[in-house]
C-alpha cells in the first residue's frame, strides 16, 4: 500500500504497528509519503484493513498508520510483520506503538514518543522531546533539543548528546550518556552507567550491582556525594572539604550503589557538534 498526502509543514504522526519494522526519514518538503509491505500473508491483512489518513487539527496536521492485530493471529519464521516508510517535513513529530517492531529516524524528528514491548530504537536528532518506554529493546539516541525519558528493561540505552533535563534508566541494561548539559538522572539494577561527560546541573545515579563512571568537563566546578556499600569509591578530580571556588558552571553529583564501583573522572575535550561550557 502506497499514501501521499499533500501538506504545508511539519505534521503529527500517528503509528500503531504490531510488527516489523518503522523507517522515517524527515526530508521531504510539502508532502507526506506512506509505504506498508507485508512479509507474510497475515500481515497483508493488516495492510489491507489499514487506516492510513490526513487530519486536520488546530495545531499541525495528524496523519494516522494505524494497523490493529486481531486475536488469533500467529506469525511463523522467517520475516514477519509489516515494513511502514514514511518521508515527511523536517520537525515532523511521531508517536508509535508497537509491539515488536523496531523504529528508526535519519534526519530531525520535532519529537518522538514510542512504547514497544522489544523493538530497537535508532534516531538521529530529536529537536524536542523524546519519551521512550520499552521492555528489551534497545535505544540509540543522537542529538536531543528537549527532554529526555527513556526506560527500558533489559535493553542498552545510549545517548549521544543529551540538551534539556534527562531521565535515562535500565535494570539490567547498560546506560551510557556521552553528553548533557543539564540535569541529569540515571538509574539502573545490574546495567553499568557509563556518563562521559557533565557540564551542570544536578547529575544523580543510582545502581545495585552496576559500575557508575562519571566525567566532568575541565572548567566546572564539582560538589561530590558518592556512596557505596561495597564497592570502591575513586576520583581522579582534586576532591577538598572546602566549597568550590571560581566562576565556573556548578555540577552536583550524587552517586549510590550497592556493591557496584564508582568511578569520577576528567570528561574528554568536547566533540565538534557541541559547544564547550566556558569558565
Do not use: W
Not at 67 to 81: I, M, T
Request: proline content about 4%.
Amino acid at each position: 500500500m502506497q499514501k501521499s498526502f499533500e501538506v504545508s509543514g511539519p505534521v503529527e504522526l500517528e503509528i500503531r504497528l504490531p510488527s516489523g519494522a518503522i523507517s522515517i526519514d524527515p526530508s521531504l518538503d510539502g508532502r507526506v509519503e506512506i509505504d506498508l509491505v507485508a512479509h507474510d500473508d497475515e500481515s497483508q491483512r493488516l495492510v489491507d484493513e489499514a487506516r492510513v489518513e490526513l487530519r486536520d487539527s488546530s495545531s499541525r496536521p495528524q496523519v494516522n498508520v494505524i494497523l490493529s492485530q486481531k486475536r488469533g493471529f500467529s506469525f511463523g519464521f522467517g520475516r514477519q510483520g509489516v515494513s511502514c516508510t514514511v518521508r515527511c517535513p523536517q520537525g515532523s513529530s511521531v508517536s508509535a506503538k508497537t509491539k515488536s517492531a523496531d523504529l528508526s529516524a535519519s534526519g530531525t524528528l520535532g519529537g518522538l514518543s514510542f512504547a514497544t514491548a522489544s523493538g530497537d530504537t535508532n534516531v538521529e536528532r530529536v529537536d524536542g522531546s523524546i519519551n521512550v518506554k520499552t521492555a528489551s529493546g534497545d535505544v540509540q539516541a543522537g542529538e536531543v533539543s528537549g527532554g529526555v525519558n527513556i526506560q527500558s528493561a533489559s535493553g542498552d540505552v545510549t545517548v549521544e548528546v543529551a540538551r534539556g533535563p534527562a531521565s535515562v534508566g535500565s535494570v539490567s541494561g547498560d546506560v551510557t550518556v556521552e553528553e548533557a548539559y543539564d540535569n541529569l538522572n540515571t538509574n539502573t539494577v545490574s546495567g553499568d552507567q557509563d556518563v562521559r561527560a557533565v557540564m551542570r546541573g544536578n547529575v544523580s545515579a543510582q545502581s545495585v550491582s552496576g559500575d557508575v563512571t562519571i566525567g566532568v568537563r575541565r572548567g566546572s566546578k564539582v560538589f561530590l556525594d558518592c556512596n557505596t556499600l561495597s564497592g570502591d569509591t575513586s576520583s581522579d578530580l582534586e576532591v577538598s572539604g572546602d566549597a568550590p571556588a571560581g566562576d565556573g558552571p556548578l555540577v552536583e553529583i550524587r552517586a549510590k550503589t550497592v556493591s557496584g564501583d564508582i568511578h569520577i573522572t576528567r570528561a574528554p575535550a568536547p566533540a565538534e557538534h557541541t559547544t564547550e561550557v566556558q569558565s
